[in-house]
């Protein structure tokens, strides 16, 4: 897992942002530093060098306790990358 940034504020619609130092694939799963998954990036706004990140929390998660946490430190996994174009075909 990479370092994603630090967590800022939580928005009035319920998103964690957080502040980064470089910009992450949209979709990319969340953790916390004990390893929990707590949403996923959901937009990235702000400036290009230390953009905002934006976090849609899991259903599970409640928001409301990372307001706690500002300052915490969050990361981000790995996200597979589908391949695009035409699949092969399989042969009998």
């Not at 953009?51 to 259903?59: D, E, L, V």
């Not at 998660?61 to 990358?81: A, D």
Request: no cysteine.
């Amino acid at each position: 897992m990479k370092a994603l940034g630090n967590i800022s504020h939580v928005s009035n619609k319920g998103r964690i942002i957080a502040r980064s130092d470089r910009t992450q694939q949209l979709g990319a799963p969340v953790f916390t530093s004990d390893g929990k998954r707590i949403g996923k990036v959901h937009d990235i706004f702000g400036p290009t060098r230390n953009p905002y990140i934006s976090i849609k929390p899991s259903r599970a998660i409640n928001p409301e306790k990372f307001e706690n946490r500002v300052g915490e430190t969050l990361y981000v996994g790995i996200k597979n990358v589908k391949k695009w174009g035409r699949r092969k075909r399989r042969r009998k």
